[in-house]
Nanobody, 125 residues
């Protein structure tokens, strides 16, 4: 079983930055892809970014490309989402998720097997 715990969310003004953390435990993650997904009130859950643990390949949604960066620390089993130039439309509950397989180019949230509880990000205008 995989356990994922997110932290780092908060309230920030538009144009600001936040760094989200995902502490992972329970398995050897070399065969997993780690994803960040988000869900705003009344909207469908959407893909934000993903990172293949084994290859370090990354993939981003167009809406966050060049503003967000996903990375990992192997020693700590932690995945990060650095979010810069935040916009009010980035406001959402952000989830860390894991799926078996090394392909980072999977955006369908239904294909993720394990989920954290989420951390709220609110961007004020």
């Amino acid at each position: 079983q995989v356990q994922l715990v997110e932290s780092g969310g908060g309230v920030v003004q538009a144009g600001g930055s936040l760094r989200l953390y995902c502490d992972a435990s329970g398995r050897t993650f070399s065969v997993y892809t780690m994803g960040w997904l988000r869900q705003a009130p009344g909207k469908k859950r959407e893909f934000v970014a993903a990172l293949s643990w084994s290859s370090s390949n990354t993939y981003y949604a167009d809406s966050v490309k060049d503003r967000f960066t996903v990375s990992k620390d192997n020693a700590k089993n932690t995945v990060y989402l650095q979010m810069n130039s935040l916009k009010p439309e980035d406001t959402a509950l952000y989830y860390c998720a894991a799926r078996r397989g090394s392909n980072a180019y999977v955006t369908d949230y239904l294909r993720y097997d394990f989920w954290g509880q989420g951390t709220q990000v609110t961007v004020s205008s």
